[in-house]
């Protein structure tokens, strides 16, 4: 079986391989890598449609910048130092192709331009980080099983297995449990 979808992906497994990347869980079969990152992009796309809580897509969406961007920052570094020892069109291509322009007339004032110039990099990061909410620390952590277990006997739902409960299924009964609280909330007013 491949979990190509939020509507067959246990939701406990969609959250487990969200925190430790272990893409070979989608699949049964034997899939490249190539392949089973794909898919979990995929399943990413249909998560940030389902997920209520766009303050958390928008983390994760900073979060994924600011990864990109270090990467970026530490290539051009690697390239620059790697270049100061020899020559390499592949590497030369390359930082041309990252918008870096390349006077092979004046080859190592190039590199340290380049290199001064990645620093920029570092201040766009820094300024993504200070969009980054700031960590919360709670006392008590609830656990999933917890949150689907309060959600059902909330929602009136009886009882849902966690272990089986997949991804779509469990942003319906987060959704049902919270419009309750809402309308409680209505009726106090």
Known sequence: MIYNSVQIIPAKLFFHISETEEYGLL??????????KTIWLILEEEHKKLNPNKKVNKTLDLSKKIEELYAKHQKILLAVQYLKSRRDEDLIE????????????????SLERI????????????????????PTTTKETVTFDQ????YSAFSGS???????????QYYALINIGNNKMKALENGKK
Do not use: A, W
Not at 119 to 134: F, H, Y
Not at 147 to 150: E, G, I, K, L
């Open 158 to 168: 009886g009882f849902i297995n966690p272990n089986k409960i997949t991804l779509s």
């Open 115 to 134: 290199e001064r110039e990645s620093q920029s990099i570092l201040i766009r990061i820094e300024s993504l980080e200070k969009k980054l909410p700031k």
């Open 94 to 109: 390359l930082l041309e192709k990252s918008n870096y322009h390349f006077d092979l007339q004046d080859y190592d004032n």
């Open 147 to 150: 949150t689907v277990m309060s």
């Open 27 to 36: 699949s049964d079969k034997k899939l490249d890598s190539d392949q089973l």
